[in-house]
Structure formats: structure tokens, C-alpha cells
């Protein structure tokens, strides 16, 4: 393939059709954002969103903006939004706690549909979260549940008659490999067990269709591909045909069928408004939605060719231009086959990841030894891929890395 060249990129960026986003996002200058997977970038009407959310909603409403301001209805409304990116419908996403969270509400609700089933199977490779609390509710479960935590390869062999809850995310967060979801969702669904897809990487980054898949249940966050900030609420997905008798482990007030009613008695609400627990964070809601409003003008299609075309640059550019340094590409290199990330590995990934934060191109370091980069097309150009893979050429050619520190020290990396 011939040498691609700056000018190659820049006809790109001319020619993107999302381009126009960009602005919509403060972003540093100087700075190369390739940790959007992690934590989004700031959708830029959020300063004045919540300046008039301090001095005219709640400044001026107080407790009335509950009503006059839309906030009551906020988990089901933002919800409704977020399904359309995942191919649910609106009645089927809440916003409600943490995905941590959600999966602890889904993952018993899931056992409880199940009873007979004790197993719950999930992979090594998944962000850890999801196994820690699946061994939550495993031990709270005493005895009536098991965990089967198993590579990759092995997943098929072991989803059985005995499976009542399959967990995973169609991204691994290290390597950004793809599973096909459709063809995992029938496999477990022909064992008569159900599956809880953790979208986190992908909504907001890549198409998901839940519908087509006919996915059980779904959570995700939303401070990564949907830019909601740091610590936004998660969301989570529940299909209409598990909606009427599901039973969630957190029956707080806010998933009562009538909360005002302040009846001693427990009842559930109507579909998926029984997962909520206690009062949602308004400011933290006000932020996610705003954010997920910027989604209401693309189209998912558009976003996932965008991801994949500067994936296929990237992983080009390093080819043509760092072959000889030890950099060994982690990621599938067919970009149907990846999610909005590329990951390579280097012995020396810890001191490199550092030196190029120190450059200005924020990426990050996934022990022990990966190099991420996360591709977030709704504010991304391609000439930061070429800007980066420059950037990493000339500090492996220096071989500056070499002289950091080559162990993890930083509590966040
Ligand atoms: C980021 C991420 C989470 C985060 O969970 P929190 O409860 O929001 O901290 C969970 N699962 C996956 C797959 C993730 O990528």
C-alpha cells in the first residue's frame, strides 16, 4: 500500500459527514483525546445548561421543578432516548444507579425467572466489575447459585441446561474484540438461559440492535461513548416480555407502584420503572441528557463506519510507520470484528502510555502491557489519528519511554 500522507487524512476530515459535531465538544487545545472509551469529552451547552439548571430550576423551583421541570419523569425520558441508539424501545431503557448496580438488579431479577438454574457464566475477560458483583450475588444467594467465570473459547461448552444467566460485553475492553451478539443471544437462548449484554463500550459507539438480537436484559454507563460526564447514571434494558413479573433484589421507593402512596406494602411498578430504588441525581441526569441529545441528529450507521475508518487508519499508520519498534497490534484487524478502540501491546506500554499523555495524546494503559486507544467519532477528526501515530513514531524512535518508570504507579492509569 502506498504511504499515506497528511494530506491524504485531511481530505478525510473534509469529506466526514459528522465533522460538524466537533464543535459541539470542548476540547482542550493541543490535546489529542483518545480516551473517550473511559470518560467522554464535554458537550460544550453543558455550562449553560447547568447554570440555568442552579438559577432557574432549582434556584427558583426548588421542590416544585420536580413537576414543572420534568425531573420526575427524567429516568424514563432519557431512557427513551438512549434506546433508540440500541435499538430497544423507549419503554424498555431506564436511567437508574450504576452499571455495577444494574447488573446486581438484573443478574437476581434474571435468577429469579430461572428458578431450578443455578448457574450464572460469565467471562474472564469482561470488565472486572461484572464478575465482582456477580460473586456478590452468588454469595448472598447461599448455595443456590453458582459462578462460572471461563475464557472466551470455552463460553459454548459451558452454557447448559443448568445456565439460568449469561453475562457479557460484546466489547472486550483490553483488545476491543467483537462477539457476534446475535449468534451468542440464540446459542444461550437455545439452552434456556437468558443473557445480560453490558454495553458500556458499545452504545454510543457502534450499532447494537437488541430487538433483532431478541437480547434479554442490557446495562451500560453513560460517562464513556455517551459523554454524560464523569459518574453519570447508567441505563438499563429489560424486554417487554420480561417486564410484568420481574423481581428486582433493590424494592425502593421509586420503583413502588405509588410512591406518594407511602403504604407500608411493597407493590412494583408498571415495567421497567420497578428498577428504580431511591431518587435519581437530577444535576447528574440533566448532564447525560444533554449529552445524549447530541446523538439525536446522527445516525448510529454513520458512527460506526466513522469508528471503523479511523480504526483501519490508525491501525495503517502504525503498520507503515512504528513496524520496527515492538508495537504488536492487539486489536482484530478487521474492523467489523472491533469495537471503537484500538489496542496494542509493548512490553514497554506502561512508560509509553505516560510519555504520550505527557505529549498531549491522552490514551491509556491496560496492565499489563496494552496500549488503548479509544475512538469516539462524534468529536474526533482523522488528523488526530495521524497527529497521534506521529507522535507515537517519534517516541519510539527516540526511545525516550525508556527512561520513566516501567511499572504502574498512578491510581488512575
Ligand atoms: C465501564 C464499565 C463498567 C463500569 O461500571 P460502573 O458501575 O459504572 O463503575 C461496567 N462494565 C463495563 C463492561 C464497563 O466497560
Not at 475508518?309 to 472491533?338: H, N, V, W
Request: overall charge negative; charged content about 20%.
Amino acid at each position: 500500500m502506498p504511504e499515506i500522507t497528511r494530506a491524504d487524512v485531511e481530505t478525510l476530515d473534509q469529506q466526514d459527514p459528522l465533522a460538524r459535531l466537533r464543535t459541539a465538544f470542548e476540547l482542550p487545545a493541543n490535546q489529542l483525546y483518545f480516551n473517550g472509551n473511559s470518560l467522554g469529552a464535554m458537550p460544550r451547552a453543558i455550562s449553560q445548561r447547568l447554570r440555568d439548571f442552579a438559577e432557574k430550576e432549582w434556584g427558583q423551583q426548588i421542590v416544585r421543578g420536580w413537576v414543572t421541570q420534568g425531573w420526575y419523569e427524567m429516568p424514563q425520558r432519557v431512557g427513551g432516548k438512549i434506546a433508540r441508539l440500541i435499538g430497544a424501545a423507549e419503554d424498555e431503557v431506564i436511567v437508574t444507579d450504576t452499571t455495577s448496580i444494574n447488573i446486581f438488579k438484573l443478574a437476581v431479577a434474571a435468577l429469579g425467572f430461572k428458578s431450578g438454574r443455578t448457574k450464572i457464566v460469565t467471562t474472564r475477560d469482561i470488565f472486572p466489575t461484572d464478575i465482582y458483583i456477580l460473586e456478590g450475588v452468588v454469595n448472598i444467594l447461599a448455595g443456590r447459585a453458582e459462578l462460572c467465570v471461563v475464557e472466551s473459547e470455552k463460553l459454548c461448552s459451558t452454557i447448559d441446561q443448568q445456565t439460568a444467566l449469561v453475562v457479557l460485553s460484546p466489547v472486550n475492553y483490553k483488545s476491543g474484540a467483537l462477539f457476534d451478539m446475535a449468534k451468542m443471544t440464540a446459542q444461550i437462548q437455545t439452552q434456556g438461559a437468558m443473557v445480560l449484554w453490558d454495553l458500556s463500550h458499545s452504545c454510543g459507539a457502534h450499532e447494537v440492535d437488541l430487538h433483532r438480537i431478541d437480547a434479554d436484559f442490557a446495562v451500560g454507563c453513560g460517562y464513556k461513548f455517551l459523554n454524560g460526564g464523569p459518574g453519570a447514571p447508567a441505563y438499563l434494558y429489560v424486554a417487554h416480555r420480561w417486564q410484568q413479573n420481574l423481581q428486582q433484589p433493590l424494592t425502593g421507593w421509586k420503583g413502588h407502584a405509588a410512591p406518594f402512596a407511602m403504604s407500608p406494602e411493597y407493590r412494583p411498578a408498571e415495567g421497567v420503572t420497578r428498577l428504580l430504588c431511591g431518587t435519581h441525581p437530577v444535576i447528574a441526569m440533566t448532564c447525560l441528557e444533554q449529552a445524549v441529545d447530541l446523538f439525536g441528529t446522527v445516525e448510529m450507521s454513520q458512527v460506526q463506519q466513522k469508528s471503523r475508518r479511523m480504526g483501519d487508519l490508525f491501525i495503517t499508520l502504525a503498520e507503515q510507520r512504528c513496524a520496527d519498534y515492538g508495537l504488536t497490534l492487539l486489536s482484530p484487524k478487521d474492523s467489523t470484528c472491533r469495537g471503537s478502540q484500538v489496542s496494542f501491546q509493548h512490553p514497554g506500554g506502561y512508560a509509553i502510555v505516560q510519555s504520550l499523555i505527557e505529549k498531549n495524546v491522552i490514551c491509556d494503559f491496560r496492565a499489563p502491557d496494552v496500549v488503548r486507544f479509544g475512538i469516539t467519532p462524534l468529536y474526533q477528526k482523522y488528523t488526530d489519528v495521524w497527529d497521534a501515530v506521529e507522535c507515537l513514531v517519534d517516541l519510539l524512535k527516540s526511545g525516550a519511554w525508556q527512561e520513566r518508570d516501567q511499572k504502574p504507579s498512578a491510581t488512575v492509569t
